[in-house]
């Protein structure tokens, strides 16, 4: 499979392995399935300390927007004026809009339902928009599924389809999706790690679907969580779409 660009051993791996376990390889065609990709990973990327995952999301996104002047510090000092947060916590996909719209003017920041696969990708494929995504997060950053006692916020820097139709793996300005001939995977950088992970889409949505619960073990914490009134269950199904205000939506 020819890359087509300098993909770091890791991620060309991940991606491979995304296309030869995809329901498009279990055609009767015996060759390969290819891939079609964008990867918005421009910006230098921040990592979290301590439980500052949505906070982190947030500013990643506003770099990758093009707007780099945020540090998480400074974030988290705007969360706690608006009682947001205690820690750096973001229970609430509410809250973390509002911030957004407070501390970045340029910015329109709004809570959407889980897209459609197809308004998905037309996200990752404009330059304009960015998506913060709650879900479950297993130890290697995959969506999982455990009632939202792992929730995690992730940011979608780019995407990658699968078709039969595909020859190759190639780097596409705009990602193609046809939803009755390919299977579609997103990019998702989460803030304890450097490296995008490659998630199937339906995976991530039923992760986030599932979200209700903060869990024992959290529960159990020195830390005092800022919950919302409906707790966990306020992420599930839920996610922030962020947009430039001076740019034409795509």
Known sequence: MDSGSNLSIPLYSRISFAISNSKCSSTED???????????????????????????????????????????????????????????????????????????????????????????IQITNCDAEAILIPYDCEKNGEPGFHSGTKSHWCLCVGALTVSATFKGLKESATVPYNEDACEAFVFGIQGKSRYPGVWSIEALCRSNAQLRELGTVRASEELVYRLPENGVSELSGKCVLLQRRNSIIC
């Open 30 to 120: 015996e060759s390969l399935p290819g891939g079609r990709y964008r990867l918005r990973l421009y910006f230098d990327l921040l990592l979290q300390h301590g439980p500052q995952c949505g906070l982190v999301a947030l500013v990643n996104g506003l770099r990758m927007l093009g707007e780099d002047r945020y540090t998480v510090d400074t974030v988290f000092v705007a969360a706690k004026e608006c009682e947001f947060t205690n820690n750096g916590e973001m229970f609430s996909p509410f809250w973390l809009a509002d911030l957004a719209n407070i501390v970045c003017e340029t910015i329109q920041a709004k809570v959407i339902e889980f897209p459609s696969t197809k308004r998905l």
